[in-house]
Every structure is written in C-alpha cells, then in structure tokens.
C-alpha cells in the first residue's frame, strides 16, 4: 500500500491494484497514447530496493497524470481520489449535517452525504442561502483553525478531488472548520457580489469580520465613519469605504520566519492586491514594511523538509516536524534577480494564492471574466474551469512503511505547489529547475519603472 499526500496532508492509501485500476479505466477513457506508462507487475516479490523503485515510478506515473490538463482534470481521476478517502477513513456513505461558517461567525447547516465532494457542498452551502447560481463562482469553502482569539489561520482551499466532511472530521479536532468566504482578489469584483442582497451579506460579514481582527488597518476618523454606516446598516457605503482602507481584501497568515531582508527576521505575510505584503520585525526590533508583486516573481517553488533523526533514536520517524519553505525569485531591479524564502507551515496556502492571483491575472488580460471562470458538468453541479486547475496540488507517493518515512517526495513541476522532501534546508541553487513553478504572469521591468 502507499500513502498519497495531497498539500502536505495524508489523503488517502491505495495499493498497486488500485492505481493499475485506475490506468487501466484512463486509457479506457483517453486512449494509450495520451495516458502515461505504468509501473509494470512483479511475478516475484519485491526486494526492499525494487518495492522503493516501484514507488518512485508510481509517483512519477500520478505526477505525469494529474498535470495533464485532460487526464489531472478528469472526473475519472478526481472520483478515485474522492472513493479512495473515503475508504482510507472508512466513513460509510451516508446522509450527515455538515456545519459551514461564515465570516460573522453563523454557522450554515446543511444537509449532505459523506460522498458528496467539494463543488456540492459548496453548492449546498449557497442553496441554503438563496445565493444565485452566477455567485457561486465568487466563493469557495476554506478548511480552516480558529485561533484563541476567535480568528481564522488557513489551512487550504479545499479541493474537487477530496470530500469536505471526510476533509474535516478525519482531522478529530473541533479547532478545525470549514469557512466560506469569496475567492477572488480584484475588488472590482465586488460590484456583481453586490447586485444580489445574500451576496452583499456575505461580503459585507467578511468585511466587518477582517477589520474586527485586524487584517484591515482603521485609523480613528475612518472607524467613526465605519461606525455610522454600521448603525445607518449602508452595507454597500461601508464597503465601499472600506475598499479604500489598507490591506482591504487581503489574506493575513500567522506570524512567521523569512531571510529578507537579512535570515531570521520575524515576519506577518498578507496576500492581496497581486502581491505579498512583508511586515517585517527587524533584530533592532524595528518594523519595516514592504510589498512583492506577484508579476515581479519569475518564479516559486514550496519544499518540504523532514529530519532524518528527529529525537531519540527508536523514536517514531513519522513523529518529525515538517519544515515547509515557499521561495520566490523576485527581480528586484532591472537586472538583478534574488531569491526570497519564507518559512511558515501555511507555505502551501501562500502558494495556492500566488498562483489564483496569477489565474485572475491571466483571464483578466485575455479579456475574460470571473463569471466564465466555472461551467456545469452535465449533471448540473458546479464544476471550476481549466483555468483554475493550476491551484491544486498533486499527489505525493510514499510508502507507509515507517521506514521509508524521510524518503524525498517531488510533486509536479507544472502546478503551484511542488513539495520535496530533503534531509536538512537547502538554499535554492540546490534544487534542480524541474521543481519550480513558473509564472505566466512575469513582467520585465524597463527603465521607466525603476
């Protein structure tokens, strides 16, 4: 059997015969020339070595698979995915109440089966709310923590491969939650959430939600004209007002470790307005600020690190603390490039939101529009674009085995996310060119911009 890793987190197990299943219903589907050559079968049992080699090429063989914008996409591929969690948390298929929280703190109740995947529930959730069916596409269901003092850490978005409510309570902490909030980062968006009176609610709950806590900054004269507008309930005034404030409509992440602008500076990362905003504490204790665009980074990987001797030896392997770092090459000036490096267990969730600003970014300048950003499957639920598959994670392969635990996992090198398990942190001229993610949306910078 083998372990598969979907953003960092344990998805499912599955063993050889299910995944030949799998190819073998893909090249049904697609034909053999689109779909990837599959580890053969063994007629002797494996050597330690071989049951290793068989991994690594399974690993290749669901990397190859899921960035292929046909096969990765498929519903063939996801439904295995979504079948194969639900039996590794051997949750039967049944109808439950599932609670989904809005940004006010209201919880949502809806009714679902544990089979449902994430694009129902998200349909579920808008139904319950009468939210119209060309809103959806503006929100999306985040799997996240609720800090002490009542705000929200990111975990992730979740996904159309997994089913949230195995997602959720297979974690067996009621810290853990599903929160829907809007997916899009232009604030010129805005104005069509606003058009419907549930899609104004929502908006104007996240709003109040983010400057409660602090993610958007408020000076005196602006939280008086806030708190008239509250009290006058001008929903659409006080987010129009609040558009105007700093850090409206950005994602803060918990406090963590960055090398800029010198290694072990304690930094508070928010992703917003096509960029990362850095507030950095310097060793002096001083506070400087400052913003990466996204269009400036050429490029970004997210790697993961695991101890080969974490503790006492005999200890559990799979007790190490996993170091996760995103990267990004960032030109600084016309022609000098430099690597920046943040290290946060939310690395993934940075990434996933450097690549839909990317997404917006792109079917903006094409001429489309968020609206077109999903279409409907031939059932009738909602399904997201081509657009937007680059936001998802592959699948990382790994055995078990408790001894192959430190083992080096590599994810797709086409996708935001591109994991890799080492032995101690690397610099970014030790990683090959393979696992980084390029970015479509990389501008040069003339003279005039200097």
């Known amino acids: 059997a083998y372990n598969i890793h979907v953003n960092g987190v ?11 299943g799998l190819h073998e219903q893909l090249r049904k589907e697609y034909g053999a020339n689109v779909v990837p050559a599959f580890p053969p079968k063994k007629i002797f049992t494996l050597t330690a070595a071989e049951v290793e080699q068989r991994r690594e090429q399974l690993e290749k063989y669901m990397q190859a698979v899921r960035q292929d914008p046909t096969l990765g996409g498929s519903e063939t591929f996801n439904s295995f995915l979504r079948k194969a969690q639900q039996e590794t948390q051997q949750i039967p298929t049944e109808e439950v109440v599932l609670e989904v929280l809005l940004s006010n703190g209201q919880k949502v109740k809806v009714t679902i089966l544990t089979s449902d995947q ?22 999306s269901l985040f799997l996240v923590r609720q800090t002490k003092d009542g705000a929200f850490s990111f975990v992730r978005k979740l996904q159309e491969f997994e089913l949230p409510y195995v997602s959720v309570t297979s974690l067996h902490n009621p810290e853990f939650q599903i929160i829907l909030r809007k997916s899009y980062w232009d604030s010129a968006y805005d104005d069509d959430v ?25 000076n005196k004269e602006q939280h008086r004209q806030l708190k008239s507008l509250q009290e006058k309930i001008s929903k659409k005034e006080f987010i129009r007002l609040a558009q105007t404030l700093k850090y409206y409509g950005y994602l803060k992440f918990d406090p963590c470790v960055t090398d800029f ?35 400036r980074m050429r490029c970004w990987r997210v790697t993961s690190s695991v101890p080969m001797n974490n503790g006492p030896s005999g200890s559990s392997p799979g007790k190490s603390e996993v170091k996760l770092e995103l990267a990004f090459e960032y030109l600084m000036s016309k022609d000098r490039l430099q690597w920046v490096t943040i290290t946060s267990p939310q690395a993934i969730m940075l990434s996933i939101c450097l690549q839909s600003m990317v997404d917006e970014l792109m079917v903006k300048k094409s001429g489309g529009s968020i609206r077109k950003m999903f279409r409907r499957r031939v059932n009738g639920a909602l399904r997201r674009s081509d657009s937007q598959q680059a936001v998802k994670s592959p699948p990382l392969l790994d055995s078990p085995d408790a001894s192959w635990e430190p ?44």
């Open 10 to 20: 344990l998805h499912c197990r599955v063993r050889y015969s299910q995944l030949l």
């Open 407 to 450: 083992m080096a996992k590599l994810s797709s090198k086409l996708t935001s996310v591109s994991l890799r398990g080492i032995s101690h942190s690397s610099s970014a001229n030790d990683v090959g060119a393979n696992d980084f993610h390029g970015n479509y949306a990389f501008e040069g910078i003339g003279d005039e911009d200097l």
């Open 194 to 218: 606003m058009e419907h009176r549930v899609g104004l609610n929502l908006l104007y709950a996240q709003t109040v939600s983010d400057i409660e806590h602090g993610w958007i900054l408020v």
């Open 261 to 295: 602008p010198e290694k072990g500076c304690h930094v508070v990362v928010s992703a917003g307005n096509n960029e990362l905003n850095f507030q950095v504490r310097l060793p002096n204790e001083q506070i400087k600020e400052g913003s990466f665009k996204v269009t």
């Open 118 to 139: 994430t694009e129902d529930v998200l349909e579920a959730v808008a139904s319950k709310l009468d939210l119209p069916d060309d809103l959806v596409g503006y929100f």
